[in-house]
């Protein structure tokens, strides 16, 4: 929405954006500053204690240029986590908001995909689940939602071309996940009131579910 008040067309590659340097500056912006700012106040509203950070913060996240056929500009991808900060915040009971912009080794600010970037944060601190939350109501293949889907269902579905847009890479990250062992991966709907609740404790959620 900021790049069309400033009319800049967004184009995407496989899902990803392609960020040129001036997409580059108002996508820091955005997410580090506009975005990171409200869900921390509003965290810390509902009664926690919210931090905010990007990648860049305490070297968090290092990160590469992806090489396409395609030059997709300012775009990474993650080369390491260093996740002392999130244990330092953690062990205090902080809650880290985490913008996804990095630095390359070169000192290159980057576009990292916000998918990327919460499965690697889910690999590094064990976590046993990672949760998605997206404004669509999770993998639909045929009108159909796939509630649960194992990992040979998952992988089988990103060969194909039943998967798409945003979507690829999120599946993609998904399954990265449980390769690196996060036990469950939940896709769903955040626009829903409650969404959480009822992905984690009904007995059949509302969104897609990717287990081992």
Known sequence: QWLQKIGKKSVFIDGLRV????????????????????????????????VGLSGKDAQLITAKKIQYKDDMGLVGSIVSVNDRILRVLSEHDYIPVVASIARSEAGENLNINADNVAAELAITVHATKLIYLTDVDGIIIDNQLCSLLDYAQAKALLSSTAIGGGMRPKLRDSLNALDNGVDRVHIINGSIENALLLELFMDKGIGTCLTV
Do not use: Y
């Open 19 to 50: 960020t040129d340097p001036e997409t580059m500056e108002v996508t820091e912006m955005v997410l580090s500053g506009k975005i990171n700012n409200e869900l921390i106040t509003l965290i810390n509203e509902s009664g926690g204690q919210a």
